[in-house]
């Protein structure tokens, strides 16, 4: 029995690629009538993530690749690197938004019947002609790859070059030569991050296969610069992303990343449940992504695909005479691949897109354990009787997937069609009067960094940290640390408006960084978007900048200069001073007025510290050292403060009432003993509980 796709013969192929084409063009008319039918004829993407890649590709066009909009620095928050470059070709012919979204969908489609053709040809390499049929039929009705394959996104690109690296590994491991497999291995690499580390596992692999190569055939092992190729493409992405950016980390995974999590405490318990993670991550494989009540596989599905692993995995080892490769190295890709996935600090969002690309893999899997079966029933029978047996397994898994499929397959298109008026009506909405109505050099800054660029055609801060460097860590460090951030850019880079979910920046309405609403896109359904309301606010920065001095005045006749201050909850700021504190201290944003200034709020970003904290400063050996804290004092405190070690005091703070205080304690000089002392300071614990919360110090000498 040959595989699918290399029976000799032309009209069948060329059958077969026609029924692909076919079906794949069915599911596009019927997504694209939905659409239209809700946005009034209008072409959109269903997710706003789409439109990051557009606007990477067309600042290529336009001579400044890697800068998202003018006047930010170089990022990589285009998490695929060959992706834009595949979106080129309409913006470098300066065509509008309209057809460079219907060029991502017509590379959508394409990659969608590449990897549908793929899926049968990998599927009957490791399962037989049924291992091949149930594949393609597993793919071309699974509702999520359709939608994500549509979504704009990479996944055609990366789901393509996975299964056609997977292929060709297949094919070239038995002599160990591989001919055709670096290259596939460069497209995967480029195609998003993962891809660059599984090749690193196809590079281990081939290692291993040209070991048993050798000495199989009675050979010294050799090792040829070959060899070196699938490690190389595994660097590619990540030595690019250092010299644009100076981190082997894209600016997309900064943001995203449990890896990038700036807090230990929640990196590790991230961490320590990440086995939860992977199981949920099989458990959702196995179900077809689909999930009973409580997180369980249905009954029926979770027998129909576990006996598909377990015959996928028996039959790699037994009957020794098989016409397959055991493809037991899709194992390993794919415990690899789950761990991976897992690495998205939100990976179970947008209809599961950050696994579909792995999912084509494990649909093959499925449908190549079934089709061994098949394979087996028909050779160990007679002829008539084993065709029938044939038939018969691979109809036991169709009559278990496609009742659950068709049903979802069939909601999809109306899904999709949500979604693309959500983005329409909101993101798009927004970028359009941002570019009708702001001045030509405003900056905004955002959230959701897609079509508002792409439309609003202005330079753009992504509070989130995508597309903007520098902002990630602090985004993920807390809205306090980002409102300190964004206070302190220079002139050229500060917002002069927001285009913002508020929802996401509490407390910034009443930080009075934020004047009146001056637009607002409202969804009635949200089906997709990060809430219902995008709100357009002019920046205002009146009594928000931050200043170096005290507010409330020094005692009289102080003649003390300012040697060192250390703003809290500004990240850089912190970093300087080598700020640390037990356990981990949280941001916090908080407004008040000065007891001798009621009517004059200001807004401070600082952190709530229950134990202790500890930092160094800038000071003259030998001389006294008055430190002055600003604190909102919501509880009464006492502090035992400690300088490299030695005690310097205790430290009284009463408790204030809805106002800025800022105390002062002076250190000896004799404690003083070099140039960046550190200071230790401890809350002692009280019945009444509660904690300290420093906004700023100061430092006089």
């Not at 610069?225 to 190389?232: E, G, K, V, Y």
């Not at 570019?435 to 439309?455: E, T």
């Not at 009146?516 to 920046?539: M, Q, S, W």
Request: with cysteine.
């Amino acid at each position: 029995m040959a595989p699918v796709l290399s029976i000799p013969h032309r009209w069948i192929r060329l059958a077969l690629v026609l029924l692909v084409v076919g079906v794949a063009a069915f599911h596009a008319g019927r997504m694209f009538r939905a659409e239209r039918a809700l946005t009034g004829g209008e072409i959109s993407l269903p997710l706003d993530d789409g439109f990051i890649y557009l606007q990477y590709s067309r600042a290529i066009a336009e001579g400044h690749p890697f800068v998202y909009t003018p006047g930010n620095e170089p990022t990589t928050g285009a998490t695929s690197l060959w992706y834009p470059l595949l979106l080129l070709p309409p913006h470098l012919l300066r065509l509008g938004p309209s057809a460079c979204i219907a060029w991502a969908l017509f590379l959508g489609l394409v990659g969608y019947v590449a990897s549908a053709l793929l899926s049968a040809r990998l599927g009957a390499r490791l399962g037989g002609v049924g291992g091949g049929a149930l594949a393609l039929v597993l793919f071309q009705s699974s509702p999520f790859l359709l939608w994500g394959y549509l979504s704009g996104m990479e996944l055609p690109l990366y789901g393509t070059a996975l299964l056609a690296t997977a292929l060709a590994y297949l094919r070239e491991r038995h002599d160990a030569r591989f001919p055709t497999l670096p290259w596939w291995l460069f497209a995967l690499a480029g195609s998003r991050p993962e891809g660059a580390v599984l090749c690193g596992v196809f590079g281990l692999l081939a290692v291993y296969d040209r070991w048993r190569a050798t000495r199989r055939a009675g050979e010294t092992p050799s090792w040829t610069p070959r060899l070196l190729l699938p490690f190389a493409a595994a660097a590619l992405p990540f030595v690019i992303n250092f010299l644009v950016a100076g981190s082997i980390e894209s600016t997309s995974s900064q943001a995203k990343s449990i890896l990038a999590e700036p807090y230990e405490t929640t990196r590790r318990e991230y961490l320590t449940g990440a086995p939860l993670i992977w199981r949920d991550t099989a458990s959702l494989y196995l179900s077809l992504l689909e999930l009973g009540p409580g997180g369980r596989i249905p009954a029926e599905i979770a027998w129909t695909n576990g006996a598909a692993v377990g015959l996928f995995l028996l039959l790699a080892f037994v009957p020794r005479r098989r016409r397959w490769e055991g493809g037991l190295a899709l194992v390993p890709l794919l415990a690899v691949g789950i761990v991976l996935n897992s690495l998205a600090v939100s990976c179970f969002v947008h209809l599961l897109r950050y696994h579909h690309g792995l999912y084509t893999l494990v649909l093959v899997v499925l449908a190549a354990g079934w089709g061994r079966l098949a394979w087996l029933a028909g050779e160990r029978t007679p002829r008539v009787l084993g065709a029938a047996l044939a038939t018969i397994v691979l109809l036991i898994p169709l009559s278990v997937w496609i009742p659950r499929l068709l049903p979802e397959m069939d909601r999809v298109p109306l899904f999709y069609a949500h979604n693309c008026e959500n983005i329409l009506h909101q993101q798009v909405a927004v970028g359009r009067w941002i570019d009708r109505n702001l001045p030509k050099n405003a900056v905004v800054g955002m959230n959701d960094a897609g079509a508002i660029a792409y439309y609003g055609r202005r330079s753009t801060v992504d509070l989130v940290g995508l597309t903007s460097a520098g902002y990630a860590h602090v985004y993920r460090s807390g809205l306090a640390c980002l409102f300190e951030h964004v206070r302190r850019q220079p002139p050229d880079r500060t917002p002069t408006y927001f285009a913002i979910y508020p929802e996401w920046f509490p407390y910034w309405p009443e930080s009075g960084i934020l004047g009146p609403e001056a637009f607002r896109a409202h969804l009635d359904l949200n089906t997709i978007c990060g809430g219902t309301d995008k709100v357009v606010y002019p920046a205002s920065w009146i009594d928000v900048r931050a200043v170096d001095s005290p507010a409330l005045a020094a005692p009289p006749g102080s003649k003390r200069r300012l040697v060192d201050s250390l703003d809290v909850a500004w990240v850089d700021d912190e970093r300087r001073h080598d700020w640390s504190t037990e356990p981990e201290a949280r941001d916090v944003l908080r407004m008040y007025s000065f007891q001798d200034r009621p009517t004059r709020p200001m807004t401070d970003g600082g952190r709530v510290v229950p134990g202790s904290l500890r930092f160094r400063v800038r000071a003259e050996p030998g001389q006294d050292l008055e430190m002055v804290m600003r604190t909102d004092a919501w509880y009464s405190s006492r502090l035992r403060i400690t300088v490299d070690g030695k005690a310097a005091g205790t430290w009284e703070i009463a408790r204030s009432e809805t106002a800025w205080v800022e105390p002062r304690f002076t250190i000896p000089g004799n404690l003083v003993a070099q140039h960046r002392p550190e200071i230790r300071i401890e809350r002692e614990r009280s019945g009444a509980g509660g904690n300290l919360a420093p906004f700023r110090f100061w430092f006089y000498q």
